[in-house]
C-alpha cells in the first residue's frame, strides 16, 4: 500500500485550504501550490504542525511550467501523484460594457488556462506511473456560475462554463487511462473571493456591505452560506475511490441555490 498524493493549486488560503485540511485527514501528503508563497507556507506549517506531511510550492497557474513544477515537487518530495485538484481562481464584477482585453486575459488566464495546464501537467506524471488499475482523480472548480451566467459576472461565469467543458471532454480523453475528471461547483462560500466580489459589488450598485450576501443566503434553499468544509467535504469524496465510477459531472454543492 503506497502513500497517497494531491496538489491543489491556490490552496494558500479559502477553499483551497480547507481541501487541503480535509486531504490530509484521508490520508494525502499534499502540495500547497499558490501564487502567494508566504501564506502557502503558513499553510503548510499549520498542516505539519498536525503531523500531516506537506510542502509549499510557488507558481502561477496560467504558467504551464508552474504545473509541470508542482508535479516535480510533489514526485520529489512524495514519490508519486494520485490527486490534482485545479482550484485556484480569479473573479471580478463588471458589466459587459466595462469588459476590456485586461480582464479577459486575467479571468481566462487563470481559470481556464490554468485549469488546462493543470490536467496537462497531472496527466503526463499519471501516464508515467505505473499504478495498475488504480483510478487517478483530477479535480477542477467550477462554480454555480457555471450552470447559470450571473449579472456583473459574465466573464466569471464564462470560464466556470469553459472548465465545465473541459471536464467533459478530459473525462472522455483519459477514461481509457484509469484518470477520472470531475468538477465541483460551489455557490456562495465565505472566503477573501466572496468578500471582494460584495466590496466590488457594493461599490457598482452601492448596496451596503452586507446587503448583497443577506439576499443570496435567502436564494440558498438551506439558508446559510458555505464553509469551505462544506465543499471540501464533497472533494474528499470525489478524491476518494468511493468516486470511481463518476467521471465527467460538474456537481453542484450550494446549499440548494441551482436545480438541475
Ligand atoms: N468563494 C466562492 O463563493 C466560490 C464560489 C464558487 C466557486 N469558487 C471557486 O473556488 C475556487 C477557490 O475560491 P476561493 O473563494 O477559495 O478564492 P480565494 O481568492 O479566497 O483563494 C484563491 C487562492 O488562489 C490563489 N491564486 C489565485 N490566482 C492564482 C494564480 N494565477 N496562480 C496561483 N495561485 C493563484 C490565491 O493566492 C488564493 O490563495 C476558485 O476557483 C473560485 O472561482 C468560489
Do not use: W
Not at 488566464?109 to 497531472?122: P, R
Not at 459576472?153 to 473541459?166: G, N
Not at 464553509?227 to 464533497?234: E, S
Amino acid at each position: 500500500m503506497f502513500n497517497k498524493v494531491a496538489i491543489i493549486t491556490g490552496a494558500a488560503r479559502g477553499i483551497g485550504k480547507g481541501i487541503a485540511k480535509q486531504l490530509v485527514q484521508d490520508g494525502y501528503d499534499v502540495v500547497i501550490a499558490d501564487y502567494d508563497l508566504k501564506t502557502a507556507q503558513e499553510t503548510a506549517e499549520e498542516l505539519k504542525s498536525k503531523g500531516y506531511k506537506a510542502i509549499a510550492v510557488q507558481g502561477d497557474v496560467s504558467d504551464a511550467q508552474a504545473h509541470k513544477d508542482f508535479v516535480k515537487a510533489a514526485v520529489d518530495n512524495f514519490g508519486r501523484l494520485d490527486t490534482y485538484v485545479n482550484n485556484a481562481g480569479l473573479c471580478q464584477v463588471e458589466s459587459i460594457p466595462n469588459i476590456n482585453k485586461e480582464s479577459l486575459d486575467k479571468l481566462f488566464g487563470t481559470n481556464v488556462y490554468g485549469t488546462v495546464f493543470g490536467m496537462q501537467a497531472a496527466y503526463e506524471q499519471f501516464i508515467k506511473q505505473d499504478d495498475g488499475d488504480k483510478i487517478r482523480k483530477i479535480i477542477n472548480a467550477s462554480s454555480i456560475s457555471g450552470h447559470q451566467a450571473y449579472d456583473m459576472l459574465a466573464t466569471y461565469s464564462a470560464t466556470k462554463f469553459a472548465i465545465r467543458a473541459y471536464t467533459q471532454a478530459a473525462a472522455k480523453e483519459f477514461a481509457k487511462d484509469n484518470i477520472t475528471v470531475n468538477s465541483y461547483c460551489p455557490g456562495i462560500v465565505l472566503t477573501p473571493m466572496y468578500e471582494q466580489i460584495e466590496e466590488e459589488m457594493s461599490n457598482i450598485t452601492g448596496a451596503e456591505i452586507g446587503e448583497f450576501l443577506e439576499n443570496f443566503t435567502e436564494t440558498v434553499t438551506l439558508k446559510r452560506p458555505s464553509t469551505a468544509k462544506d465543499v471540501a467535504n464533497f472533494v474528499s469524496y470525489l478524491a476518494s475511490d468511493k468516486s470511481d465510477y463518476m467521471t465527467g459531472q460538474s456537481v453542484l454543492i450550494d446549499g440548494g441555490i441551482q436545480f438541475n
